[in-house]
């Protein structure tokens, strides 16, 4: 069964700050992909970053950066010099080999206060 | 990427009636499905919604509930049944091209029972 976790309910912190939002998962397959998702309050969910489990690269887009190591099944997104409209929920999901359903973490809701 | 148009955004129904939601993708997509996201919570999916043939449904949903049309590679429906106060959730639907591929949402549809 494949399950992703996101330990951190809610963070809150003050503009500028850095923030990392943890994600760890479990599968069983060996190709998979994993994604980050953000829902900002008027609801819609904002596609962030899709990896594959072969690409373990590092990405930087911006103010946002993902580390993906498969050695502790963790996939945590960094937001840099955080800003007031970064405040949303955030989703990580997983989907396995040749399945393109989403299993979905349970979301953190990040505050930026000004 | 697959623009995804899903409507009603919003609707507020009477208990026992039911509702259907409609999901149009601007391009012929692999892959629809549908999810449901309960108050405060994270995304869980209802089904798959197969071109052509019945719907794939996830433990715990059940076609007579959730009827899921699709009859061609852009369009989807989804309908809940009997509605009751426990219905009232946001309902999204996705669209995606393969499980290398990230899936795009609708908006959503906030439905909410009297």
């Known amino acids: 069964a494949q399950k992703v976790t996101q330990a951190q309910t809610e963070i809150s912190v003050v503009e500028k700050e850095d923030v990392t939002l943890d994600c760890v998962y479990e599968t069983r397959d060996t190709t998979y992909y994993l994604f980050w998702y953000k829902q900002p309050p008027s609801g819609e969910l904002v596609f962030l970053i899709r990896?594959?489990?072969?690409?373990?690269q590092n990405e930087i887009s911006g103010r946002y950066s993902w580390n993906f190591q498969k050695s502790t099944s963790s996939f945590n997104f960094t937001i840099t010099a955080s800003q007031v409209v970064d405040s949303a929920v955030y989703f990580c999901a997983l989907s396995g080999e040749g399945a393109q359903k989403l299993v979905f973490g349970q979301g953190t809701r990040l505050t930026i206060n000004p | 990427s697959a623009v995804i148009s899903q409507k009603p955004s919003r609707d507020i129904c009477q208990r026992g009636t039911s509702l259907t939601i409609q999901c149009q993708v601007d391009s012929q997509v692999t892959m629809m499905f549908w999810y449901r996201q309960q108050p405060g919570q994270s995304l869980t999916l209802i089904a798959t919604a197969n071109q052509g043939s019945e719907a794939t449904y996830e433990s715990g949903f059940v076609i007579d509930k959730f009827p899921i049309s699709r009859p061609n590679l852009t369009f989807s429906t989804l309908t809940v049944s009997n509605l009751s106060p426990e219905d009232s959730s946001i309902y999204l639907c996705s669209a995606g091209q393969g499980s290398n591929q990230p899936q795009h949402f609708g908006d959503g549809t906030r439905l909410s029972i009297l």
């Open positions: 990896r594959n489990s072969f690409d373990e």
